[in-house]
């Protein structure tokens, strides 16, 4: 399957930014170099935002004997849109990868009704209706740019993009990490600068990945007919079975103390269980 689209989003944008003057901007004087005085900062919501997907979908089901089947699907998208953007006087500055995009993404789901010899009474209860269920999910991690952390282009606004001091952003990544290397420093933090006096910041929007998520999830599930109309299901759920840590995006904010470092992960292994009354 081929899929594309293009919609029409709500953007929100600096309405009244102060102007900069070179050699003349300061901010102590932002106020009195927006277009409006008597009012600070206006932020107006449109619908003039765009965002453009493409993918290509495929999927795969087989049902084999014994009560199992399994469904596999990837997806191969690139998702684009305008949101977001610190420049008042240009919406293309924020023309980027969407914070949502996730070009590989691929489920694994399988489903074995458990097969058991016919039995009667105490016995047939206990070992018919169990059914093993598996859900295993590989993507890449969302996006990421880097923020200077100051206002340096004085219009009052914030949220400029650092400066990219290297010339390749492959110099960006650092390979060859342990897991605790890598959450201390994520990427090469001295390849950034804050955004010049009076620019935005020459770095793109979203232009880094975070680390790579990795997930299998169990479930045990047993279905008992109490009478005809009343069951009971017992759920015996794992979540991150193979308890793998899946790191968050690390921190991006120039300046800040969790610059380049990750603070955040998913969910470690849990187990849950469950019993459940249908009528």
Known sequence: YLGNGGYHLYGSQELNPA???PGASTVGNTQARRRVQGISTVTGTRTESNSHYHALQLNAEKRFGGGFSL???YAWSKKMDNLGSTNPYSRDFAHGLSNENVPHIFHFT???AIPTPELRGFAGRAFKGWELTSVT???NSFPFGVSSGVDNTLTGGGGNRADFMGTDLRQVKLSGQSHAQMIQRFFDTSLFAPNAIGTFGNSG???FRG????NTDLGLIKETAVTERV???????FFNVFNKPNFSNPGSTLGSPSFGKITGAGSPRILQLALKLMF
């Open 19 to 21: 102007l900069y003057i």
């Open 231 to 237: 069951k009971v299901q017992f759920r015996a759920e």
């Open 110 to 112: 399988t489903v074995w």
């Open 205 to 207: 929007r979203n232009i």
């Open 137 to 139: 999910t590989w993507r």
């Open 71 to 73: 469904l596999a699907n």
């Open 211 to 214: 680390p790579r998520f990795f």
